[in-house]
């Protein structure tokens, strides 16, 4: 659009531009146990139980997966589109648990207050039962 209006002769001192972009993807690191008799730290494969009630399917979330991540690794489609909570295309009914969640405005306080998590950016913190 730039280049079209420079070369319409467009007075570019009237001309603004805004870029957007995600945030950089949080690294979650794998959690790991204390060296072991060989000196090497081993991974702890911790996971959450996830049911997603809808779907009829029961899943695990491990440690440093969304809610989102453990969907798809289930087979289980909740919609989505920024992936960093701005959106609000991955909001889910939370039925039951605690998550961790880390938005950038995506959901409103009320719809928190009645159960709804947005799935891209939460974290289970004890088993879940989710409405997808
Ligand atoms: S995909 Fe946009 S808020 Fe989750």
């Known amino acids: 659009v730039r280049q079209m209006l420079e070369a319409a002769g467009f007075d570019m001192a009237r001309y603004h531009q805004e870029s957007f972009a995600a945030p950089a993807v949080e690294e979650v690191p794998a959690p790991f146990a204390l060296p072991g008799d060989g000196g090497v730290e081993t991974p702890i494969e911790a996971a959450t139980p996830v049911r997603f009630s809808l779907s ?3 899943a695990e979330c491990l440690a440093g997966q969304t809610v989102l991540q453990t969907a798809r690794a289930s087979g289980v489609r909740i919609p989505a589109a920024c992936e960093f909570g701005l959106c609000g295309t991955c909001k889910v009914r939370k ?10 405005g995506g ?4 719809e928190i207050d009645d159960g709804f998590i947005l799935a891209c950016c939460s974290r289970p913190l004890t088993r879940l039962e989710i409405e997808a």
Request: aromatic share 0%; glycine share 6%.
């Open 107 to 110: 959901i409103l306080d009320h």
């Open 56 to 58: 009829d399917v029961d």
């Open 95 to 104: 039925v039951s648990g605690e998550v961790a969640m880390s938005h950038n």
